[in-house]
């Protein structure tokens, strides 16, 4: 009975889940605030690093990087997934590539970037999104095989212009497989980018991490992650549910 | 456009090892705003006949002219509408431009009976009324010629004869060239001026007729009845097996 009120209120569910956990992190921190220290003791970090340093213009680094790096990749890997699934002759001659892209460590086509393309932005763009393509690629190529040739069919019948075909008739069957691989990018994505920023670059999220590292600061640790994970399930919230809701309006 | 001037030598489907014929020595003229009914069992290429007219076949050996009509409705099977569009937007597709403000989309599905369901989504309509949706967005663009490939079937009874009737209001009033494709008998008595037999495997016609009986027609009239008699008695081996029961249960 109760248990069924619950579920009733998903919101409220979910803060208590939240609770939960910050008062789990509250009394371990109390065994060593050392190594663990409190909720408060972050949120004062926190605040410290936005307002006296470099937390805001790290995470619009690092936002910037995770921006540039997912587009590249959502455009290059739903292409080649198009084509790919489109047409089998092209399947086939690039199917192993593929798999090698899907299998090779992020950090080799990191260090392999950095070494070919020199150690600035290009390169620690290139090497996030060269991480998501084959992904991307993959994702996408499956909903390509899960068009429905008969509605193209309709399509033709009615000569839609290539622009309208796409977006009225192509696009739309797609749409499932575009939130699907933008769900699992981002999460992806912003990772890397801290690796990258960690190795090659001198500003960012992951440059101050491996910074407080090096201190064994961990409260500054926390701090980050912590102002990090906030903004990406904010995006998660405020633009990607909205956008699939918007998307899948018709099947309410 | 002028007459419709269909000769088919062959059309094959290959199969794993094989050849399948699916059409052959087909050859007829069907004048411009006629009303032709095409009557065969499961098989005999009625839907490969249709794909030829419309142009999304070309892989047969023969001729079609005009090759590839400018304005042309289709009516499938099934409505395949797009799941993603209202019942306006699904009409509206046909138009060219998309038109902006209310008019012949919105008109036709106010004459169907939808003027309520204009912005519902097709999951949120019955079967009828998709097939109405369907139907005016094969008329909505003017079509000079209009192809239906057995449109009411897996309908029941009186929604299929109301649609009949639709269908020929508006084929009256618009005369566009009208291919109808169907198994069963009784109905291509009630609504063609000409019924074409085809046999299956390969499909052959066997049987040219004009249907002169008085307008309006019913399926379950005696003229229709007597029509189908007279038929029977002078052909019965050639309609076996077209005019049943089972023939419509199969297709549902």
């Known amino acids: 009975m109760s248990l069924a009120r619950f579920t009733v209120n998903d919101t409220s569910l979910r803060l208590i889940s939240a609770l939960l956990l910050l008062a789990i992190w509250q009394a371990a921190s109390l065994s060593d605030s050392a190594l663990l220290p409190g909720p408060a003791t972050v949120l004062r970090a926190a605040i410290d690093d936005a307002t006296e340093g470099y937390l805001l213009s790290d995470l619009g680094y690092t936002l910037a990087r995770v921006a540039a790096s997912f587009v590249l990749a959502m455009a290059a890997g739903s292409a080649i997934g198009m084509l790919m699934g489109r047409s089998r002759p092209v399947d086939g001659l690039f199917d192993l590539w593929l798999v090698l892209g899907l299998n090779v460590p992020a950090l080799v086509i990191i260090i392999l970037c950095y070494l070919w393309i020199g150690l600035n932005e290009t390169a620690a763009i290139a090497a996030v999104a060269l991480n998501k393509v084959a992904q991307t690629a993959v994702i996408l190529r499956e909903g390509a095989r899960s068009v429905d040739p008969q509605l193209l069919q309709v399509a033709d019948v009615l000569r839609l212009p290539w622009a309208r075909r796409m977006r009225r008739a192509y696009l739309p069957q797609l749409y499932p497989y575009f939130m699907a691989a933008t769900r699992t990018g981002l999460s992806l994505i912003w990772k890397i980018v801290l690796v990258v920023e960690l190795i090659g670059r001198s500003n960012g999220v992951g440059f101050r991490l491996g910074l407080y590292f090096q201190f064994f600061d961990i409260a500054n640790i926390l701090a980050y992650s912590a102002s990090f994970i906030a903004i990406v399930l904010a995006i998660e919230g405020l633009v990607i549910r909205p956008l699939e809701r918007r998307l899948t309006r018709w099947r309410a | ?252």
């Open chain 2, 1 to 252: 456009m002028s007459a419709l001037d269909i000769a088919i030598n062959r059309k094959v489907y290959r199969t794993g090892g094989g050849e399948n014929v699916a059409l052959a020595d087909l050859a007829f003229t069907v004048p411009q705003g006629q009303f032709l009914c095409i009557v065969g069992p499961s098989g005999c290429g009625k839907t490969t006949l249709l794909s030829i007219v419309a142009g999304l076949d070309r892989d047969y050996e023969g001729t079609v002219a005009p090759a590839r009509p400018d304005r042309i409705g289709f009516v499938f099977q099934t409505p395949r509408l797009m799941p993603w569009l209202t019942a306006r937007d699904n009409v509206r597709l046909a138009l060219d431009p998309p038109p902006r403000e209310e008019g012949r989309a919105e008109a036709l599905l106010r004459e169907m009976n939808l003027g309520g369901q204009l912005d519902s989504y097709p999951g949120h309509l019955s079967g009828g009324q998709q097939r109405r949706v369907a139907l005016a967005r094969a008329f909505v663009n003017e079509p000079e010629l209009l192809l239906l490939d057995e449109p009411f079937t897996s309908l029941d009874a009186p929604t299929a004869q109301r649609l009949r009737d639709s269908l020929v209001t508006l084929w009256q009033r618009e005369r566009p060239t009208v291919l109808f494709v169907t198994h069963d008998l009784r109905e291509a008595l009630s609504l063609g001026d000409r019924i074409l037999f085809l046999t299956a495997g390969p499909g052959r016609m066997v049987l040219d007729m004009p249907v002169d009986l008085p307008r309006p027609r019913s399926p379950d009239g005696s003229a229709v009845e007597a029509a189908r008699k007279r038929l029977l008695d002078l052909y019965p081996d050639l309609l076996r097996g077209l005019d049943t029961k089972k023939d419509a249960e199969d297709a549902a």
